[in-house]
Nanobody, 118 residues
């Protein structure tokens, strides 16, 4: 059974930075995509950033040029560097490993709170 645990969330002032981490435990032979999602209060969960098995990255338009997704496959860890944070970035951030082999199965973390004050 694969488990994902996020860390690095917290309270930061607008313009500040945070680095989220997502560490996986369990047997993983391959992962189709590593994703970060977020859910703001009263809103639906949205995709923030993704990195494919080939290394291609995609970002939501609202975070492009401010956020950077990366991964360390040897450590089964994924990161989200968030710079120039805005109050609208506030929400619970979830990491997801999609299309995990053996499976394929999708795994989600429980989320970490990010709060950006104005």
């Amino acid at each position: 059974q694969v488990q994902l645990v996020e860390s690095g969330g917290g309270l930061v002032q607008a313009g500040g930075s945070l680095r989220l981490s997502c560490a996986a435990s369990g047997i993983i032979f391959a992962i189709n995509t590593h994703d970060w999602y977020r859910q703001a209060p009263g809103k639906q969960r949205e995709l923030v950033a993704a990195i494919s098995d080939s290394g291609r990255t995609d970002y939501a338009a609202s975070v492009k040029d401010r956020f950077t997704i990366s991964r360390d496959t040897s450590k089964k860890t994924m990161y989200l560097q968030m710079n120039s944070l805005k109050p609208e970035d506030t929400g619970v951030y979830y990491c997801a490993f999609l299309g995990v082999i053996p499976g394929p199965r999708d795994y989600w973390g429980r989320g970490t709170q990010v709060t950006v004050s104005s």
